[in-house]
């Protein structure tokens, strides 16, 4: 009864390479983000889908491309992966688009780039 | 734009003791606040949602307060014990917008 999923836990790839990560969420929320924590720990947000629309696109290389097929589901496809894309990604989902509200994280995606 | 820091960046006490947390932002035009607990290699986990118009938050153990004009907001656990040890992250949520800005976190370590 896991309520936000990510797949996989781990990804390693090389430089140049394309790869997907992907979220799914069962709490029945209409919101869904994507967030990136670097070596220093800091978090931040990259994208944000409310009802399959693109809400918040926080200046993110066009490397990065979000899908969202439907309100559960929201994919993350990297491009020509860099070294620097190096992170762990977090995927989250809330209800509501308009006023924050109470946020509910994955268990993130450690990418490595070699 | 929204900065926040979050002070200390580490903490390490003895089991039983109350202790305080502190996050402060730079834009004090929030709707909310939330306090959120990372464990390593996990993700996070929402502890206490305070809104603007509210002082305080508590649940259990926790207690958060928001200054929001001051732009601070504290988090306080009472009777600390070995499994609170993980990173507390604020990030408060600004108007208009499902937006979080995230403090770096303090990563806190209880000791038995």
């Known amino acids: 009864d896991t309520a936000v999923s990510q797949t996989p836990k781990y990804l390693v790839t090389q430089m140049g390479n394309d790869k997907s990560i992907k979220c799914e969420q069962n709490?029945?929320?209409?919101?869904m983000y994507w967030y990136k924590q670097d070596s220093k720990k800091f978090l931040k947000i990259m994208f944000s889908?409310?009802?399959?629309?693109?809400?918040i696109n926080e200046t993110v290389p066009n490397r990065f491309s979000p899908k969202s097929p439907d309100k559960a589901h929201l994919n993350l496809h990297i491009n020509s992966l860099e070294l620097g894309d190096s992170a762990v990604y977090f995927c989250?989902?809330?209800?509501?688009?308009?006023?924050?509200?109470?946020?509910?994280f994955g268990p993130g995606t450690r990418l490595t780039v070699t | 734009k929204q900065e926040v820091t979050q002070i200390p960046a580490a903490l390490s006490v003895p089991e039983g003791e109350n202790l305080v947390l502190n996050c402060s932002f730079t834009?004090?035009?929030?709707?909310?606040l939330q306090w959120f607990r990372q464990d390593p290699g996990k993700g996070l986990t929402s502890l206490l949602l305070?809104?603007?118009?509210?002082r305080e938050q508590t649940s259990g153990r926790l207690n958060a307060s928001l200054d929001k004009s001051s732009g601070r907001s504290t988090l306080y656990i009472a009777a600390s014990q070995p499994g609170d040890s993980a990173t507390y992250l604020c990030?408060?949520?600004?108007?208009?917008?499902?937006?979080?800005?995230f403090g770096q976190g303090t990563r806190l370590t209880i000791n038995p």
């Open positions: 989250a989902s809330s209800q509501g688009a308009a006023a924050p509200t109470r946020q509910y």
């Open positions: 990030a408060p949520g600004l108007q208009g917008a499902q937006k979080l800005v």
């Open positions: 305070i809104q603007s118009s509210q």
């Open positions: 709490l029945g929320h209409d919101t």
């Open positions: 834009d004090s035009a929030i709707y909310n």
């Open positions: 889908y409310n009802n399959k629309e693109l809400i």
